[in-house]
């Protein structure tokens, strides 16, 4: 029995499912990608307490993922609270027992860098820890990041100075080729105001204040690389091998409240060195997205479009689009009813962001047009999308409460 593991607001739980990898050493998986081998949980219910291994109280929120090595489980929370506060810098990095949910060791995570607590748009705890059998490697998005062997001794650490206010950080650490490798501006120098809005805003957009790809040996934390190319803090930039058995990252500047990063667009970077392979310039390109790719092709959002470019050269393949001649799977009177040449309504965006995952031929996101989930077939240009509930409501000793049109909205004080 393999088990999955996931963090749900203060609370930690843990639930088995047949099959499932039992290592989860980063926020994308065994294989960089967010995919794995094995079967995905298809029942289960906190609310209810239906195939749930074990849960615990955490000390705090924290929006990263939980990660498992070696029997271990690994995640970040914010520090615990005294007194009412809305902003803080400190940070835990967290390490229980994966099969009994015992915490053994907790280590703080200082940041040079002050921040809402559980943010709309991500706060010091938007980072996951990476692990690579040996260490574990914590990371404050406010500017340090630690290593720890797994019995909680630390072995090296690292810190800046963030630059800017804007705290929609959306880069996962990953583990390659002996590396982590992070995201950050590479000053050292600049004072604790540059991290607010006012702050930064009188030392302008110049290259020196970008952020970058930046790796670190997992042995001793010594600098590795600097990419290249700049990453805008809205990318998830992914990892993966080319055909000729090389790796390499997919990375992208540009998106909301003007990313200093230019050109916006995507590049491709070499994963040994940093150097880039290729850039893609794309005009008012919202880089808001899972940078994904495989042996063929570099996938990606562009308005109302979904584009395709060439991997071995950032040339454009193919578009299509996202509104038009499209199939929609509809749940009326009781049952799926799925209409062929039809066209979404419009919204001001085509994906939500961050919601987009490739797997095999099926390029999936949420659309921001109701509650449904669509996908590309990348082969044939093919346009689907599912309406799936806005909400279920379950509760001990009643039937579920399924909503499709609207969702009930949560009431988070003094919530577990």
Not at 238 to 256: F, P, Q, V
Not at 291 to 300: G, I, L, V, Y
């Amino acid at each position: 029995m393999a088990k999955y593991i996931s963090s749900l607001f203060a609370v930690f739980l843990f639930f088995g499912i047949d099959g499932y990898s039992e290592q989860w050493p980063q926020a994308s998986g065994p294989n960089a990608n967010f995919i794995a081998t094995g079967k995905a949980p298809s029942s289960f219910s906190v609310s209810k307490d239906q195939n749930i291994d074990w849960k615990i109280p955490l000390p705090n929120t924290g929006q990263g993922s939980v990660i498992i090595s070696e029997g271990l489980a690994f995640l970040t929370s914010h520090e615990v609270i005294k007194e009412d506060t809305e902003t803080g810098s400190l940070i835990l990095g967290l390490c229980f027992d994966a099969s009994t949910g015992k915490e053994l060791w907790r280590r703080e995570i200082p940041g040079t860098r002050t921040t809402d607590l559980s943010s709309l748009f991500s706060d010091n705890t938007a980072a996951s820890p990476v692990a690579d059998g040996k260490r574990v490697v914590f990371t404050n998005v406010g500017g340090t990041i630690k290593a720890f062997d797994f019995s909680g001794i630390e072995k090296w650490s690292h810190t800046w100075t963030p630059f800017g206010r804007h705290h929609a950080r959306q880069h996962e650490p990953f583990i390659i080729d002996g590396n982590i490798v992070l995201m950050h501006a590479p000053r050292y120098d600049l004072p604790v105001a540059v991290t607010t809005k006012a702050g930064s805003h009188p030392l302008g957009r110049g290259r020196e204040y970008w952020t970058y790809l930046q790796a670190y040996k997992l042995t001793d934390g010594e600098q590795s690389w600097q990419a290249e190319r700049a990453t805008s803090i809205h990318s998830t930039s992914i990892s993966g091998k080319l055909a000729n058995g090389d790796y390499a990252i997919l990375t992208g500047r540009g998106g909301g409240h003007k990313p200093p990063e230019e050109p916006y667009g995507i590049s491709l970077l070499n994963a040994n060195n940093g150097k880039r392979i290729w850039d893609a310039e794309i005009n008012n390109y919202q880089a808001v997205q899972n940078a994904h790719w495989n042996k063929e092709s570099a996938m990606t959002f562009v308005g109302k479009e979904h584009r395709m470019l060439d991997i071995k050269t950032g040339k454009p393949k193919r578009a299509v689009s996202l509104t038009d001649d499209v199939t929609i799977c509809r749940f009326e009177n009781g049952k799926y009813v799925t209409r062929k040449k039809q066209r979404m309504a419009k919204a001001k965006k085509a994906i939500t962001y961050m919601t987009n995952l490739l797997i095999g031929d099926y390029h999936y996101f949420r659309s921001f047009s109701g509650f449904m989930i669509g996908r590309v077939n990348i082969r044939t240009n093919k346009v689907e999308y599912l309406q799936v509930p806005a909400q279920v409501i379950r509760k001990v000793g009643k039937p579920d409460v399924t909503n499709w049109q609207k969702a009930l909205p949560n009431d988070m004080r003094n919530a577990n």
